[in-house]
């Protein structure tokens, strides 16, 4: 139904900035939530940010609450991560998901990309 590409990822100093893109290819695509996750060698994914289909509400992990802002652009099937203030630790493979709410707290991601490296010089 939606095939994901990220963008914007790269090398950023720390207490940089740095803009990812995920652009979303198929109809529908303001039905989803889309979401980020980020992936570290050592470690398994973890949840950074997600953001309503509509883009009224967003949450976020607690390791980028403050830092990071996730917003969309429907008309451009597009949604971004914004990500300020970088720390080293937040090097890692980012990967941009789209999916549905099947609990108050719970979703279902269906759609995935391929995954963006991002990483953070001290």
């Known amino acids: 139904q939606l095939h994901l590409v990220e963008s914007g990822g790269g090398l950023v100093q720390t207490r940089g900035s740095l803009r990812l893109s995920c652009a979303a290819s198929?109809?529908?695509?303001?039905?989803?939530?889309a979401a980020w996750f980020r992936q570290v060698t050592w470690n398994g994914r973890e949840f950074v940010a997600r953001?309503?289909?509509?883009?009224?509400?967003?949450n976020y992990g607690d390791s980028v609450k403050g830092r990071f802002t996730v917003t969309r652009d429907n008309a451009k099937n597009t949604v971004y991560l914004q990500m300020d203030d970088l720390k080293p630790e937040d090097t890692g493979t980012y990967v941009c998901?789209?999916?549905?709410?099947?609990?108050?707290?719970?979703?279902?991601?269906?759609?995935w990309g391929q995954g963006i490296r991002v990483t953070v010089s001290s």
């Open positions: 953001i309503a289909g509509d883009g009224l509400s967003t």
């Open positions: 998901a789209a999916g549905v709410q099947v609990a108050s707290t719970q979703f279902r991601y269906d759609y």
């Open positions: 198929g109809r529908g695509f303001d039905r989803y939530h």
